[in-house]
């Protein structure tokens, strides 16, 4: 019978294993931290960061650990083969390392797109294997090779080095067991809480500074994932992150941040439910939303950017262009959700994705159906992407073109047929319906400005030497656009129809800030027959423009939107926009940023609209505090309960 000193003993495998996870993980976690050395050195993060960073991986491995480590003080063998469990444990122990190398290996580049360590939009694209592997092997080959060959290497080395050890006959005395694993178990245990409170370790209890990305580091890229899966599979209450309000005081909330011209809101099974009578009093027009693809502020030479817009710039000219209206979050889904739907942000997946939106949930698309009109999304790709064809179908698109319709396409890359494939189908469909006297809404997605950043020859002088480069991605798909409004400007429906052209967001989430002001900064633009002239320089968001184009057209805005009707508002109304930066939501006005953090009291800020800098922070005021809150947990409220939607007993009438 072998003794607890005994060479053979199974613990001394797992604490060599252990080492080497968290060399790894600290020679990780350093290199970042060098990379963003400025970052970290502007918050003095240096120590949080290493020795938070080393409380994260102590706590995921002692969590991964645990069963194998119980089961290994327990095991006995009686011959010299391997039993089935240890070459569970073996596989077990190479599949953890497989996953812990490459998720490391992956974060920087995640880094650079995102602002932050992977997290729940990670395992959300991973749904898409091809359009992300198509994205992946046209544009980051090389990258994705190396960090294939580098962690198979160490899944294999890691294999090899415990095919011997991890078989050790009776390595610990039968009297020392109970012993042993009372102890392990109560020191992996404790490493897994991380904690002796109530709460177990989470990631606001190692995040330290305003900076979100500076944050990430103290997480290892494994553990943030995991964190994000749970998320996913058990969404957490915007009550739970933020607190609480009375189910009433959350209603009175969103009722006075809607505003305006309102009947009285005496609709119980759908509380924020009113009317808002149209600016516009002729035959009601058709409707064109282009939601173009990570398209900011920071692309458009009229907003300050680069100059990649000629068209859009030019444009700006000839109507309604908003030059402070804000996204209200940083995925495509988000921007579909605000402009479609109105709904505002929360800290979950937008509606798009979630279940209990997939029917009967309130879109300018439903309202509109209910006026006879057509309604049809059109995009390049493939449409079950990011669940959109589903809630489209559920809630009020009748017709999808989608890439397979797109039978002679002049381009297709890996997101699908090219911007002006897009409009061409749809210029083609709209003549159409002028032609047959019908009113129709046509919500256009564009694709091309995507990574790999793919568009045909011969459209563009490229700014950039590279050719597939976001820069002349972006230049592409405003030639595009520029294009198909030259055609629109000639057609038939020109004089009947409201445009509007808009950013789903901005391309990547830069800044130290809680919530990057500069990333949710968008272009949007109304054209039409009729629509003044005008920049408008207030604070909006995309919740705005639903409301305001309805009212433009000449319908009547009977829904349940929190968003204004700009064509009405009082000149003198400054605005306000919401921004949800991950679990950190935001409430912007001229004056100044008032942020919720998951746990924390509401921290305001004041803003430098030249830099959009945020400085001086001070805890908001309590009725302040109050007030944003009710909205942030309005969303979450309204969603649960189904209550955005057009209640049964309203009947619409059809002018």
């Known amino acids: 019978m072998h003794s607890m000193k005994d060479n053979n003993n199974p613990l001394r495998l797992y604490s060599f294993y252990v080492l080497y996870i968290l060399s790894f993980l600290f020679i990780s976690r350093l290199a970042l931290s060098i990379w963003f050395y400025q970052r970290v050195d502007a918050v003095e ?3 949080s960061i290493l020795l938070q960073g080393l409380r994260v991986d102590i ?3 002692s969590f991964l650990l645990l069963i194998p480590v119980i089961y290994s003080v327990f095991a006995s063998h009686s011959s010299n083969r391997p039993s089935a469990g240890s070459r569970l444990i073996q596989v077990w122990l190479t599949l953890i390392t497989i996953f812990f190398v490459f998720m490391e290996l992956a974060t920087p580049s995640f880094i650079q797109e995102y602002n932050i360590r992977p997290n729940r939009l990670f395992v959300e694209y991973l749904i898409y294997p091809k359009e992300v592997f198509g994205m992946l092997i046209k544009s980051r080959l090389p990258e994705l090779i190396n960090n294939t060959v580098l962690t198979l290497l160490s899944g294999y080395l890691v294999w090899k080095w415990t095919a011997k050890s991890i078989h050790s006959p009776n390595a610990i005395a039968k009297k020392w067991r109970p012993v042993v694993a009372f102890f392990v178990l109560l020191l992996l245990a404790i490493g897994g809480r991380s904690t002796l409170g109530h709460r177990p370790l989470n990631p606001s209890m190692v995040y330290f500074s305003n900076d979100p990305m500076v944050n990430s580091l103290t997480l290892n890229s494994f553990y943030s994932v995991l964190w994000s899966t749970r998320q996913l599979l058990n969404e957490e209450s915007s009550n739970k992150l933020y607190g609480e309000l009375p189910e009433q005081r959350i209603i009175e909330a969103a009722r006075k941040f809607k505003g305006g011209n309102h009947n009285k809101f005496d609709n119980k099974e759908v509380p924020t439910y009113s009317r808002q009578s149209a600016s516009y009093h002729g035959k009601p027009k058709n409707l064109v939303i282009i939601l173009e693809e990570s398209l900011g502020a920071r692309f458009v030479g009229s907003l300050g950017g680069l100059p990649l817009t000629p068209n859009i710039d030019n444009l700006s000219k000839e109507g309604l262009y908003f030059t402070r209206l804000f996204a209200t979050g940083t995925r495509s889904v988000r921007g579909i959700e605000a402009v479609i739907t109105g709904f505002t942000p929360t800290p979950d997946r937008a509606v798009v994705k979630l279940d209990k939106s997939q029917k009967n949930f309130f879109t300018i698309a439903a309202l509109l159906k209910r006026h006879a009109y057509h309604t049809e999304f059109f995009y390049g790709g493939e449409a079950h992407f990011d669940n959109m064809k589903s809630f489209f179908l559920g809630n009020g698109f009748d017709y999808i073109t989608e890439q397979k319709d797109y039978l002679s396409a002049k381009f297709i890359g890996s997101w699908g047929a090219s911007d002006e494939d897009l409009f061409n189908k749809a210029h083609q469909k709209f003549e159409t319906l002028s032609a047959q006297n019908k009113p129709f809404f046509g919500f256009v997605f564009s694709s091309s400005n995507h990574d790999p950043f793919e568009y045909p020859d011969g459209r563009i002088t490229p700014y950039d030497s590279e050719k597939f480069t976001r820069n002349n991605a972006i230049k ?3 030639w595009a656009l520029g294009q198909y409004i030259k055609q629109a400007k000639t057609s038939n429906y020109w004089k ?5 052209l808009i950013a789903d967001h901005d391309a990547r989430s830069q800044g130290v800030d809680l919530v990057p002001i500069k990333s949710f900064h968008i272009p949007a633009l109304i054209l039409g027959e009729g629509i003044p002239q005008k920049i408008d320089r207030r604070v909006v968001s995309q919740i705005d ?3 305001t184009l309805l009212s433009l057209m000449g319908i009547d805005n009977d829904s349940p939107m929190l968003g204004s009707d700009l ?3 009082d ?16 409430y912007l006005t001229e004056e100044n940023i008032s942020i919720l953090q998951p746990h924390k009291q509401s921290v305001s800020y004041q803003i430098n609209w ?6 001086n922070p001070t805890i908001t005021d309590n009725e302040q505090a109050k007030k944003i809150l009710g909205i942030a947990l309005w969303g979450k409220l309204s969603y649960e309960k189904q209550q955005y939607k057009i209640p049964k007993e309203i009947k619409i009438r059809i002018q």
């Open 496 to 500: 009947d129809t409201v445009f509007l």
């Open 45 to 47: 993060g240096w120590s």
């Open 567 to 569: 064509s009405k508002l």
């Open 545 to 547: 423009m639903p409301p």
């Open 571 to 586: 000149p003198d109304f400054k605005g306000r926009a919401l921004l949800q930066n991950g679990q950190n939501f935001g």
């Open 610 to 615: 030249n830099d959009f800098s945020l400085s």
């Open 476 to 478: 592409y798909a405003d």
């Open 59 to 61: 706590a995921t491995l």
